[in-house]
């Protein structure tokens, strides 16, 4: 069993930064993929990107690639989304989601997920 914490997030000007984290309490949970979704007023919940344990590697979607970046720091046991270059497009609740095998743009495969938290750009 893993239980996700979000922290960060808030309002900030088109062009600005923000850095989300997800913390997990439970075990194991070096041995879990990390997921970012978001959801904007009024629209279904998107992929953003993902971390996979078992190597590392990152996907993004194309909307927030080359802006965003996935991380992780495995001794604090949390996985941040470091959001560059923000436009009011990105505006929505962010979440975070883990699962010990999947790791793609489903949501409905991840077990966990973290709370949610605001994400308002302002242009």
């Known amino acids: 069993q893993v239980h996700l914490e979000q922290s960060g997030g808030g309002l900030v000007q088109a062009g600005g930064s923000l850095r989300l984290s997800c913390e997990a309490f439970?075990?194991?949970?070096?041995?879990?993929?990390t997921a970012w979704f978001r959801q904007p007023p009024g629209k279904e919940r998107d992929f953003v990107g993902v971390?996979?344990?078992?190597?590392?590697?990152?996907t993004y979607a194309d909307s927030v690639k080359g802006r965003f970046t996935i991380s992780r720091n495995y001794e604090q046991n949390t996985v941040y989304l470091q959001m560059n270059n923000l436009n009011p497009e990105d505006t929505a609740v962010y979440y975070c989601?883990?699962?010990?095998?999947?790791?793609?743009?489903?949501?409905?495969?991840?077990?966990?997920w973290g709370q949610g938290t605001q994400v308002t750009v302002s242009s």
């Open positions: 971390i996979r344990w078992t190597d590392g590697s990152t």
């Open positions: 439970g075990r194991t949970f070096s041995r879990y993929h």
């Open positions: 989601a883990a699962d010990p095998s999947y790791s793609d743009t489903y949501e409905n495969e991840y077990d966990f």
